[in-house]
């Protein structure tokens, strides 16, 4: 029988959803939806059910548009990217997304305040720019990369990066009709200057993401200082980030994997690394360097 609405009694460990999902508990959190853990009877294994609650738009139509939208993920295939199943849209305006269930550390509690070395900064890297290549092929964009929304699997000595929620905030930005000049809803830490100013996220803003994510891994810090969404700003109007030694004086990072990462944040988008694959081409050259 179908849902036409979820109440908190039917996400309980051992309720079955759409006559098929097994809730397990609970997942992970994010600002706008709740993921849970479950098992798909129909043997296909377990999976994640990320919830996107029906006040989080305002008409069904905005919620219809979000789940459309959400639909043109399950087109992605990497081994980097999270894959979508399924998308449903209840009567109530709830939109539930299921995917595959992702590895169970987020890089920010994989890593902790530990600082990289060069070779593995290079492979998260690359890896993150493989998955984004396969995105940015179908005409989607990731819109928030960051320590979060990027999970890692070590569990055979050989790590495993894997993007998830992917196409959120583009997703939601399309369905409210915010237009192309509207306020940031990424996060201010990752995020390009422009889309300060208003722009929508795009391939070159994902790959700005990626780089201030590896800036972050191999020195300790991010880019820029500032603790406000002015201050952060503000820094973000440099031409190019701050020399690595200057933010983490006890780094030493390979100047060619410096050169690299700095490719990436460039303010300037006319000097920036164009797309994911140049940015994973220069990573794997600072490799060889």
């Given at each position: 029988?179908?849902l036409?609405?979820i109440?908190?009694?039917?996400?309980?460990?051992?309720?079955?959803?759409?006559?098929?999902?097994?809730?397990?508990?609970?997942?992970?959190?994010g600002?706008?939806?709740?993921?849970?853990?479950?098992?798909?009877?129909?043997?296909?294994?377990?999976c994640e059910?990320?919830?996107?609650?029906?006040?989080?738009?305002?008409?069904?139509?905005?919620?219809a548009?979000?789940a459309?939208?959400?639909?043109?993920?399950?087109?992605?295939?990497?081994?980097?990217?999270?894959?979508?199943?399924?998308?449903?849209?209840?009567d109530?305006?709830?939109i539930?997304?299921?995917?595959?269930?992702?590895?169970?550390s987020?890089?920010?509690?994989?890593?902790g305040?530990?600082?990289?070395?060069a070779?593995t900064?290079?492979?998260?890297?690359?890896?993150?720019?493989q998955?984004?290549?396969?995105?940015h092929?179908?005409?989607?964009?990731?819109g928030?990369?960051?320590?979060?929304?990027?999970?890692?699997?070590?569990?055979k000595?050989?790590?495993s990066?894997?993007?998830?929620?992917?196409g959120?905030?583009?997703?939601?930005?399309?369905?409210?009709?915010?237009?192309?000049k509207?306020?940031l809803?990424?996060?201010?830490?990752?995020?390009?200057?422009?889309?300060?100013?208003?722009?929508?996220?795009?391939?070159?803003?994902?790959?700005y993401?990626?780089?201030?994510?590896?800036y972050?891994?191999?020195?300790?810090v991010?880019?820029?200082?500032?603790?406000?969404?002015?201050?952060?700003?503000?820094a973000?109007?440099?031409k190019?980030?701050?020399?690595m030694?200057?933010?983490?004086?006890?780094?030493?990072?390979?100047?060619?994997?410096?050169?690299a990462?700095?490719?990436?944040?460039?303010?300037?988008?006319?000097?920036?690394?164009?797309?994911?694959?140049?940015?994973a081409?220069?990573?794997?050259?600072?490799?060889?360097?």
């Amino acid at each position: 029988m179908a849902l036409k609405t979820i109440t908190l009694f039917d996400l309980a460990p051992g309720k079955v959803l759409l006559d098929r999902y097994k809730i397990s508990g609970t997942s992970r959190h994010g600002g706008m939806s709740t993921a849970f853990q479950a098992e798909d009877t129909k043997g296909k294994g377990a999976c994640e059910l990320q919830l996107f609650p029906a006040a989080l738009f305002e008409t069904k139509k905005q919620a219809a548009e979000f789940a459309r939208s959400m639909m043109s993920w399950m087109e992605v295939e990497s081994a980097n990217v999270l894959r979508s199943r399924e998308v449903h849209a209840l009567d109530d305006g709830t939109i539930l997304l299921v995917t595959d269930l992702p590895p169970k550390s987020s890089l920010r509690d994989w890593r902790g305040d530990e600082v990289l070395d060069a070779a593995t900064v290079v492979d998260i890297g690359v890896q993150l720019c493989q998955g984004l290549a396969a995105v940015h092929e179908e005409g989607l964009v990731h819109g928030d990369v960051k320590p979060h929304t990027i999970h890692v699997d070590d569990a055979k000595k050989k790590l495993s990066i894997v993007l998830v929620d992917g196409g959120i905030t583009p997703g939601l930005w399309t369905a409210k009709h915010l237009g192309d000049k509207t306020a940031l809803i990424g996060t201010p830490f990752y995020a390009p200057v422009e889309q300060f100013g208003g722009e929508s996220p795009d391939v070159q803003s994902d790959v700005y993401n990626v780089a201030t994510v590896l800036y972050e891994l191999a020195t300790g810090v991010l880019p820029w200082k500032g603790k406000s969404f002015l201050e952060v700003f503000q820094a973000k109007l440099q031409k190019a980030p701050p020399a690595m030694k200057t933010r983490a004086p006890k780094c030493d990072v390979p100047k060619e994997l410096e050169a690299a990462i700095t490719s990436g944040l460039m303010a300037d988008k006319r000097e920036r690394c164009k797309s994911a694959e140049e940015l994973a081409k220069r990573l794997k050259a600072a490799k060889k360097g």
